[in-house]
Every structure is written in structure tokens, then in C-alpha cells.
């Protein structure tokens, strides 16, 4: 197999003096759709917030394409090609949609035109400011702005969350598009019947430490009961 493309090991971090993570393992090989699950407070936001340095981690390794950036800025984290799509958008209200996809877009496959064609509704909106725009639309613009940075890995935290259904259901078809193309993407979503059909790997965080880790068929009753409550 190929050499992982993200591979976390052992990772623990704190909030100030409150420890979030303890144990963390994940890996992500080129081309895999990764699952990060858990219920609510068990780590998985807090994870990603560590791989793209928004969070130092305090022990373990964040590896990413061959570069340890565990200690890393930020920004340096995202030129190696981590592209976020954060929970919550935080899409620049003051700029129009296009100077949002814009403000951080790199050269490479993706430009303004393949954005705008895999995204149709925001190439009808792209003077528009991104205030004005829907939840469901300002979620594409968000998916957007990441893809325009020429992601080696996009990360997608809770990017149907509180969407109507039918916006739900393109933001899928989408994710699906991009897992065709090859994209690797880390994926944080409680919607399972979604997310199991086009993920390859799952990986359940409990209480800050990876738990399990297999492919959706294995994800069985007991497994979905003791770590999901479902
Ligand atoms: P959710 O599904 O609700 O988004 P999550 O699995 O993403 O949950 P995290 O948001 O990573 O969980 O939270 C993990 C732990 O860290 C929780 O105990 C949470 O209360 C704590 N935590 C998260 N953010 C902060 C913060 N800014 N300061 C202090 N503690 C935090």
C-alpha cells in the first residue's frame, strides 16, 4: 500500500489545564474517505483542530505527507495541503463569494470555473456577500473556499449539520463527486446512513481516545450501541 497520507499516533491535547484528547490513532491513506466518530464531546472536533494546528497537541505525532506538524502553524499546516471546512462555515461575511473563494485559492486542479461547476449555486451568486447567503449555500461556499486551496486532504467537520434535507442531500451527492475524483477527505457527520455508503474506514473516538476502528460493514449493533448509543 501506499505511504498514509495523514497518520495520527498517540495524540493528546489540552485546553488549558482541561485534557481533551488522550490517545488518538488515525490514519488516512491517498484516496480514502475516513469517518471520524463519536458522540458529542468525545474528541473528534478537537482532533481536527490539532492536525490543522489550530490546538498544539501535547504529546503524540500528527504526520502529514512525509512532514511531522504536530508543533506546526496553522497556516504552514494548510500550505501542505490540509484544506478545513470548519464546523459552524465561518465564511467572511463582509467579502462577496467570491472574494471568499478567492482569499486563500492556490494554483493547481482546482480553479474558480471547476469550483463554480461542481457548485452551481454559488457561480450564480458570486457578487453577492456571504452574509446574505442561505445556511445550505453559505456550506457550499465553505466546501468551496477549501477545495480552491488545492487540498491533498479536505476535512469536512459536521458539514450537514442543521441543513434542510434536500441541501443534505446535495451536500452528499458531492462528497461523493469529490471521493470519485480521488479527493482523501476526513469526514465528521452523525449521519450514518449517509456517510457509511461512501466512507472506507471508520474511526470511533471515545473520551478522547480511538476505540475502534474498521470498515462500515463491521461497524455491527454492538459496536454502533457501546459507542455511538444508537
Ligand atoms: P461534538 O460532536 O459535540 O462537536 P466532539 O466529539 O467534536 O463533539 P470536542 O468538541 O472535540 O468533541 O470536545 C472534546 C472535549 O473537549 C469536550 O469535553 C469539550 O467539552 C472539550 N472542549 C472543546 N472545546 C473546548 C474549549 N475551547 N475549551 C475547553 N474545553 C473544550
Known sequence: MNQPLLEVIKLAAHYGVSQALFDVNLTIYPGQVVALMGRNGMGKTTTVNVVCGLLGCS???????????????????????????PEGRRCFANLTVRENLLVAATKGEWTLAKVCSLLPRLSERLDQYANTLSGGEQQMLAIGRALLTNPKLLILDEATEGLAPVIRQEIWHIVANLKQAGQS??????SLAELLPITDQCVLLERG??????????????IRDRYLGI
Open 59 to 85: 504529546s503524540g505525532e500528527v504526520n502529514f505527507n512525509g512532514h511531522g506538524c504536530g508543533q506546526m502553524a496553522s497556516y504552514k499546516i494548510a500550505r501542505l495541503g490540509i484544506g478545513l471546512v
Open 185 to 190: 477527505i476526513l469526514l465528521i457527520d452523525k
Open 209 to 222: 481516545c480511538t476505540v475502534w476502528q474498521g470498515e462500515p460493514d463491521e461497524l455491527d449493533a454492538d
